[in-house]
């Protein structure tokens, strides 16, 4: 059993109430324009600016190689400099986040086929950046479908209050699992609960998040997916053994039952609603790591709350608490390190209220 | 994971020159297909080669829609590539040494298949090694097509500019081979001043008619995909081979055997980098195998580290025997096997 574009459509559907709607190219899901980019973000569908290589988020705000250090990769900072923010991508793709969007899936083998087909539907269309294309790779086992999983699981466990995203870091050694989630209050805000990380970089945008919650709860989870191959436990073997994350998942869209009493599954049942299975075997993975790997997490999210700002902002907001300008990444990573939550949220605030959205 | 070398390439040129550039259309591939890796045809392909041996993928390709015959397989295209592009975000990763030789290959097949290809290394905290526009220069004298070494995508610009008017284009790729070779002189006068220079401090011994370049690589570092041995080792020989274009180059492995070799060749029959280094013209891989008269000592201390990676107690002994292999070669007290020698350079 495959994912396919019915199957695509349904899911969303089912769980989300997002409408169907009908385009030239086919099927598609409505999407307002943040809940479109989150989709982008995690499951790399592209927006059809162009039939060839459909622009697509994933992979650009990330901000860590490895979790534990501060080792930037091009993401949303580039060394000294915020590179790919949403705010800084808004201005160079303004249709990003401009009117409703629609999730068209495509079934194809190759990618002439593919691209022969986008090329007609963008000639025919003069809004087609309002489109985004979903990959739907016949010649694939799985259809290719694994990011689409793990957005289902981030869409999931927002819902149970976690802070999510999909290709954490983690280290070089055990890799990046497809899927994070984390319960941080009281060391964060009790707003950021139920939320993807990126969400935290949106406000700029006038984008607001309106959770609240008083739960304190420290946890982590973890998620491998896969739609072909049903192994999924040798790789959650190797994250659990860090110490850092309290649960673990296996995601596979047919799967039926976890393959360990210590793991957990999330699925799709067979009427397309995405079931969650909870471990039974209440074993204990975490230890002392933890702490150390809940302190680098609230610097880590401290990140997405600066990716508000500009650069011209962030210097200025720099200079006024050191002194000085920014001279390097260390320097950088210590001061947003030393910041706490209050002095950048309201920084954002000032910077809003100025009316430079 | 953050966004690869290769997408944030195929991106930055997408965004700079669009789908199609003055009638030239781009084929580029999504990461996640497979699109690029097969030979260039009417379904796709990034893969460039002649006569059944096929290079590394490109990353970009400028196409017309006229017909073309694929030197790979002899077969009728419907699409004539023009230019063939691999492009790396490596200097900017930290990539200061023979990272940046690694992928001169996939540029390469396009370049023996008679068109341009194009290695473009986007600017970065690093420099681009001067010997990769050596390689290129001197591969575009020997091989049908040209290859241009690249940091900025202005460059391509004029390149393109160059091929859609076709009568500027001899000149501005002369230009372009004249650039390389400047920058490759200026740093090789300055390190070297000469090629038997040169052959003294970069393990290679020059003959009249052919040379001999070694290095340590032993069996796992093939057979262990980690280590990346096939594609340092390709850009290694394509380094050598192309310096040296007019002479016959013996790669030689003297911590490996001829049953090492007959291994790889039985279990690596899949494997790009080892068919290309197994059939690249002009070179041949020899082993302490293939050596006569090496002193039994030298061949047992190489036999004891010959699974061990070179550094510490095993770096030092391989630099003993490869000073006494080295001198009995450049003496001819050491020789590769007459039969060998024979065949190859007759």
Redesign the interface.
Same mark, same amino acid.
């Given at each position: 059993m495959e994912i396919n574009s019915e199957k695509f459509i349904k899911i969303l559907n089912h769980n989300f109430n997002y409408p169907i709607v009908e385009t030239k190219i086919g099927k598609g899901i409505q999407m307002d324009c943040r809940s479109a980019f989150l989709f982008s973000l995690v499951s790399g569908a592209g927006y059809l600016d162009n039939p060839l290589y459909p622009f697509t988020v994933k992979g650009l705000m990330k901000v860590f190689y490895n979790a534990m250090d501060y080792n930037f990769v091009t993401g949303l900072f580039d060394n000294t400099s915020l590179k790919n923010t949403p705010y800084i991508l808004s201005k160079a793709k303004p249709y990003l986040f401009n009117g409703d969007k629609i999730i068209v899936p495509v079934e194809f083998n190759t990618e002439m086929e593919l691209q022969n087909k986008l090329s007609d539907f963008v000639k025919s269309e003069n809004n087609s950046t309002n489109i985004l294309i979903q990959r739907i790779e016949c010649s694939k086992q799985g259809n290719g479908m694994e990011s689409f999983m793990e957005y289902l699981t981030c869409e999931i466990m927002k819902r149970r209050g976690y802070i999510v995203e999909n290709q954490i870091p983690l280290s070089h050694s055990t890799g990046s699992p497809d899927f994070g989630g984390y319960l941080l209050t009281p060391n964060v805000p009790l707003f950021m609960r139920g939320i993807h990380l990126i969400e935290l970089s949106l406000l700029r945008l006038g984008f607001e998040i309106n959770n609240s919650s008083t739960d304190s709860k420290m946890q982590t989870i973890v998620g491998e997916a896969k739609t072909g191959t049903k192994e999924m436990k040798k790789q959650l073997d190797k994250y659990l053994a860090t110490h850092f994350f309290d649960e673990a998942y296996e995601i596979h869209p047919f799967k039926k039952m976890p393959s360990s009493s210590y793991v957990g599954l999330v699925t799709i049942d067979d009427e397309m609603m995405i079931k969650v299975i909870l471990k039974k075997e209440t074993r204990k993975f975490t230890n002392d790591q933890q702490r150390y790997y809940f302190s680098w997490l609230t610097n880590y999210v401290k990140y997405y709350l600066i990716a508000n700002l500009t650069n011209d902002e962030l210097n200025a907001f720099y200079r006024q608490n050191t002194g000085n300008a920014i001279s390097s990444r260390e320097s950088i990573i210590k001061f947003i390190n030393g910041l706490d939550f209050e002095e950048i949220l309201a920084e954002i605030k000032r910077v809003i209220a100025d009316g430079s959205i | 994971?953050?966004? #690869?070398s290769d997408?944030?390439i195929?991106?930055e040129i997408?965004d700079k020159f =669009?789908?199609n550039y003055k009638g030239l259309s781009?084929?580029?591939?999504?990461e #996640? #297909?497979n699109?690029d890796q097969i030979a260039f045809g009417?379904? =796709?392909g990034l893969t460039f080669g002649v006569n059944g041996v096929l290079y590394g993928s490109c990353d970009a390709c400028w196409v017309k829609k006229e017909p073309w015959i694929n030197p790979f397989n002899n077969q009728k295209v419907s699409y004539r590539p023009i230019i063939a592009l691999e492009g790396t975000?490596a200097l900017?990763r930290k990539s200061t040494g023979n990272a940046q030789y690694q992928r001169f290959h996939h540029a390469l097949g396009a370049v023996k298949a008679g068109i341009i290809g194009v290695y473009y290394l986007k600017k970065g905290t690093c420099k681009i090694q001067e010997d990769l526009y050596g390689m290129a220069y001197y591969a575009s004298k020997v091989e049908k097509g040209t290859y241009l070494i690249i940091n900025d995508l202005d460059d391509l610009e004029n390149l393109l500019d160059a091929v859609c008017c076709a009568t500027g284009l001899k000149q501005y790729l002369e230009s372009q081979q004249n650039r390389m070779y400047a920058i490759f002189k200026k740093r090789f006068d300055e390190s070297y001043g000469n090629w038997d220079e040169f052959a003294k401090n970069r393990s290679t011994i020059i003959k009249d008619k052919y040379i001999i370049k070694y290095s340590g690589r032993m069996k796992r570092n093939f057979t262990d995909g980690s280590q990346r041995a096939g594609h340092i080792a390709v850009g290694e020989m394509y380094l050598t081979k192309y310096f040296f274009y007019d002479k016959h180059f013996f790669y030689l492995w003297p911590k490996m055997t001829l049953d090492d070799i007959d291994y790889l060749d039985k279990h690596k029959k899949t494997d790009k980098e080892w068919a290309l280094l197994r059939n690249e013209p002009n070179v041949t891989i020899i082993t302490i195998d293939n050596l006569n008269s090496v002193p039994s000592n030298i061949i047992d201390t190489l036999k004891v580290i010959n699974d061990m990676p070179l550094k510490g107690s095993a770096l030092k002994e391989y630099y003993k025997c490869m000073s006494v292999i080295e001198a009995g070669l450049i003496e001819d007290t050491i020789t590769i096997d007459k039969k060998l020698l024979d065949a190859k350079i007759s």
């Open positions: - | 994971m953050a966004q #690869s997408e944030i195929k991106r997408i =669009g789908t781009l084929w580029a591939f999504p #996640s #297909s699109a009417d379904n =796709g975000d900017n």
